[in-house]
């Protein structure tokens, strides 16, 4: 399939479904924090792989080429099913909070929720801007290059920081605070997928296991 025809498929089908998702928990479509998130996740979206399809479309084929059936090391297959299983469920029961009135969050919130959510959507592509093997996938190419500078200067890993800084605003975008308790299960699914990850990049990339100890932390800052 053509780079620019997916795009437009993927662009077009994934906040389709994740609002029939929402809509149906919510049991209602009149839910303006939802409609927001739809709204940034789909420009977000677009944006970032409109930019890639144009600037570095090889980079665009890596992200996209991703899911379970892409790894191809088994643990990362499981790994990807818990976190698409960990965000379905943020979404539902976030949905499901506006439904029963379970959370009393300001619109406010709601807000910086879409903005997290918008930041967290395009932290991928500014990764890939600075590392171009950058993929949706655990794997080394022949020939690639260790990325030790920019975000990657930060944290080892910015494009998972990335999502769970997504994580994080997905549920206060749509005014939930009890979907917050599904962001733990997915960060400690994508700790998992780090690990693993680790073991490749050490084993495999040129220089990771010195980069590992100039820059120290994997996810947070001062924190992992």
């Known amino acids: 399939m053509k780079p620019a025809l997916r795009v437009m498929i993927v662009g077009l089908t994934e906040p389709v479904l994740f609002g029939l998702m929402i809509f149906l928990a919510a049991g209602t479509v009149n839910y303006w924090q939802s409609w927001v998130l739809l709204v940034v996740f789909t420009l977000a979206t677009w944006t970032s792989n409109l930019y890639l399809l144009v600037a570095n479309p090889d980079a665009l084929q890596r992200r996209m080429h991703g899911g379970p059936a892409a790894e191809t090391r088994p643990v990362q297959k499981v790994v990807m099913l818990g976190l698409w299983a960990s965000l379905l469920s943020m979404l539902v029961v976030s949905s499901l909070d506006h439904r029963f009135g379970w959370s009393a969050v300001p619109a406010a919130v709601c807000v910086l ?3 997290l959510v918008a930041v967290g959507l395009v932290t991928p592509m500014l990764v890939i801007m600075q590392n171009n093997y950058a993929a ?42 009890w979907g917050l308790l599904l962001v733990l299960p997915g960060v400690f699914v994508l700790a998992l997928r780090i690990t693993d990850e680790e073991r490749l990049l050490v084993a495999e990339l040129a220089g990771y296991l010195d980069y590992t100890q100039r820059v120290r932390y994997r996810l947070v800052p001062g924190v992992w």
């Open 113 to 115: 929720g879409s903005v």
């Open 136 to 177: 949706a996938t655990v794997r080394v190419e022949a020939g690639q290059p260790l990325a030790s500078s920019g975000l990657y200067g930060l944290v080892r890993h910015p494009m998972y920081a990335g999502n769970v800084v997504m994580m994080i605003g997905i549920p206060l975008a749509l005014g939930s605070y």
